[in-house]
Structure formats: C-alpha cells, structure tokens
C-alpha cells in the first residue's frame, strides 16, 4: 500500500508513512509502506513494513505500562480488509512540538558530530571513543519537527522554552525509561537498540505516547552476532537504506532517487526478520 483514501471519512493529514483520518472523537491510522530516508520519501514502497511498524508499536505499547499510549484498538475489521495488521485507532492527542531521542550508542550523526567536537548535541561526551560504542549512560537529544526539511537537533533550554519545564521532564524521563525497558527486552532477543525517537503527546491534560514506538523506522537496531566496534553495524532497520543511498551521487533535497529490486527485498527482509527476532513471532501479513 502506498497511500489511502476512504470514502466518507476525512483524510486530515498524509505524513512520511501515515495516513491520519478523523473518526470525530478518535483517529485511524494508517501505516502505509512508503519509506523515507534523510527526510525525504522514497519513489519505492517496501511491501508490508506498515504492517511491521503498526504490529511492533503494538507490543511495545503492551509492555510499557508506566505512561499511558494513545492506542485504543488495532482492530479495524469494520474497514476495508485492507487496512487489517497496519492501522490502530488512537485517542485524539495534542502532539508535543518536539522529537524525543535517546541514544544508547555512537553512531550516526552522533558520531560525525563526536568526531569534530567529542559532542552528541552539544553534549561533551569523554575523549576516545570508537563509532558504535555504547555511551557510559543514555542520554536524552530532542529535535524539533520538521514540517519539510531536516529535524533540528536542540538543546534541552530550547526544548524547555517549547513544551514547559514540567513536560520537558516527563518526556525526558519516560523517553529514557521506554529506552532502557526496549533495551533489555533487545539485547535478550540478540539485538542491540543503538538509538530510537519516542513522541509524545498531551491528552486531557496528561502526557501520553504517541504515534509508532520502537520501531525499525524510529530506532537503530543492530545483530548482536555483528556487532563489532569503528564501524557502522549491520543493520535490521532502515540504516540499509541510507547507506545503500549515501553510496549514490545524491545530495539529500528532494526528488529522491529510486531503489533497486535487490534494496527493496533485502530490506522487506530485514523489517520482518526484526519483528520476528523482538517478539517471537511472524508479523501478520
């Protein structure tokens, strides 16, 4: 599925990879398999990974049980069969401004900024570590939301200046705790949770998790089995991708170019071999 119209039912929002539809007191959403990469969309889907993604943040929202998430229900059998395995019905949440990132592990923009200043977002980090280490501790890097563009990195003063001291530290916290739980529940299964991008949102007054949780789209998932130190690992997520384009004579700005037969299976591949290795079981296709 690429994208998504319902007769009758208003289409409010059409992001990345989601389709958002206003159910009145509610919303569907609906989880294409459009992939993006350096936040631009890819001209080719990668068949079933909005079902991989819809069906993971379905168990990570079963198992964070210390802040309440916006799912009401993943069954949609009053729709079209269609949307079976990729849509959840959610509350009506105010999404907060920002992008929460925790990042246990060295990698990525991290690392290239880590090179030049031995900084993650600003934060000193200590001297003479390798690409992929994991960092002494955790630590919480919001962005803010881009509507078209790149995501900013922030610092936590800004981050603060947008959402409130109050729900600025309750973000942070439950970003770092949902962290450490998808962590320890990884590492159990032979996978490693390098990264990952929590949001949040505000319903009746109580900040609550929103929109895909832990995902191979909003985390960095390495094997274990090929973990290995200065270098960027093997991957179960969309770094394939990323590298597959930072190989291509592409300057990130829209359009983005297209991906090979090959890129698309392998990369089908590894979303659903990550649903399978995190929960133990097959992703209902």
């Not at 990264?195 to 949040?200: G, I, L, N, P, S």
């Not at 270098?231 to 291509?248: A, G, H, N, W």
Request: aromatic share 8%; glycine share 8%.
């Amino acid at each position: 599925m690429i994208t998504c119209d319902l007769p009758g039912i208003p289409k409010i929002a059409s992001g990345k990879v989601r389709e958002i539809f206003d159910l009145g007191s509610e919303l569907l959403l609906v989880a294409t398999d459009r992939i993006s990469a350096f936040d631009c969309v890819l001209p080719n889907p990668i068949p079933d990974k909005g079902k991989v993604l819809t069906q993971i943040s379905d168990f990570w929202f079963s198992k964070i049980n210390f802040i309440k998430n916006h799912l009401v229900t993943t069954d949609v059998s009053g729709y079209p069969t269609e949307l079976a395995g990729r849509s959840m019905i959610v509350r009506k949440a105010h999404p907060l401004p920002i992008e929460c990132i925790v990042r246990g592990y060295l990698a990525g923009s991290g690392w290239k900024e880590y090179q030049a200043s031995e900084t993650v977002c600003g934060m000193a980090l200590p001297s003479g570590l390798r690409q992929a280490e994991r960092l002494p501790e955790p630590i919480f890097t919001p962005a803010t939301k881009a509507v078209s563009g790149h995501d900013e990195n922030i610092s936590w003063e800004r981050c603060v200046g947008l959402v409130g001291d109050k729900i600025a530290e309750q973000a942070r916290v439950a970003s770092l705790r949902s962290y450490e739980l998808g962590r320890q529940h990884a590492e159990e299964r032979g996978i490693i949770l390098a990264d990952t991008k929590f949001e949040f949102g505000l319903f009746e007054d109580e900040l609550i998790l929103i929109d895909e949780c832990m995902t191979p789209d909003s985390s960095r998932f390495w094997p274990e089995e090929d973990y290995a130190l200065g270098i960027s690992p093997p991957s179960f997520d969309k770094q394939f991708v990323r590298d597959y384009l930072e190989t291509l004579p592409w300057d990130k700005t829209p359009p983005a170019p297209g991906l090979s037969a090959e890129v698309i299976a392998r990369t089908r591949a590894k979303y659903l071999e990550a649903y399978r290795k995190l929960t133990g079981a097959e992703c209902r296709l």
